[in-house]
């Protein structure tokens, strides 16, 4: 299982599933505004252009300026004159800067294709969790956790905040890379987790905000 934490400080395990099943029956299941804004973000997300037809129209011009490289590099073995295989040196200098150019779209479109799937796959799930009723500890699952909360940043033991996705243009590890300002996000729904165990009452506070 994924680790959602951004950092490991000693806080017990009972409570954030506590807290992890206030925030979804909060802000999902009571379907309010804040999960109108993620389903919104969401659906606008899934709602890009053919990315399949962009990557092969890509994938076509790199197979084109592969050619071109090739039929350069030939001609510039075979000519001797100094002036031609300045030109050609030019002109593979030129092919070569746009052959650079269209593998750095491939791998953008590549991993857009990627998140845009993984927030499909997301959303699929929610809509399934979101038929059932209430949620409790006891359904809370890996697979629940994953759909709806993608990161569980730990401030100290009373205080954490979820970051919930709602733009699939985030992961864990960007999450990690901009904690600092992501807790300062204006938060769309806080509460207080009062939880009595054998020795004593725990309590833990939560913000929720949204990347």
């Not at 680790?3 to 099943?21: D, L, M, W």
């Not at 295989?85 to 779209?105: F, G, H, I, P």
């Not at 300002?181 to 806080?190: A, G, L, M, N």
Request: with cysteine.
């Amino acid at each position: 299982m994924t680790n959602k934490r951004c950092v490991a400080k000693p806080i017990s395990a009972t409570i954030i599933y506590e807290a992890c099943v206030d925030v979804i029956n909060k802000i999902y299941l009571s379907n309010g505004k804040a999960f109108q804004k993620i389903l919104k973000a969401i659906e606008t997300n899934l709602e890009v252009a053919n990315i399949d037809k962009d990557l092969q129209a890509k994938y076509d011009r790199r197979k084109e300026l592969e050619n071109q490289l090739d039929f350069l590099l030939n001609e510039r073995m075979k000519k001797n004159g100094q002036e031609i295989q300045r030109k050609l040196d030019a002109k593979y200098s030129e092919t070569m800067n746009q052959y650079n150019s269209v593998q750095m779209d491939i791998a953008y479109l590549s991993q857009r294709k990627e998140r845009t799937s993984n927030s499909s796959e997301r959303y699929q799930k929610i809509k399934d969790i979101l038929k059932g009723k209430t949620l409790t500890a006891e359904m809370l699952t890996k697979e629940v956790i994953d759909a709806f909360i993608l990161s569980i940043i730990v401030l100290d033991r009373n205080n954490v905040v979820f970051v919930l996705n709602g733009s699939g243009t985030m992961d864990v590890d960007d999450i990690k890379e901009r904690r600092k300002q992501i807790v300062k996000r204006q938060s769309v729904c806080e509460n207080t987790i009062f939880l009595r165990d054998p020795i004593k009452l725990m309590t833990l506070h939560y913000t929720v905000v949204l990347v």
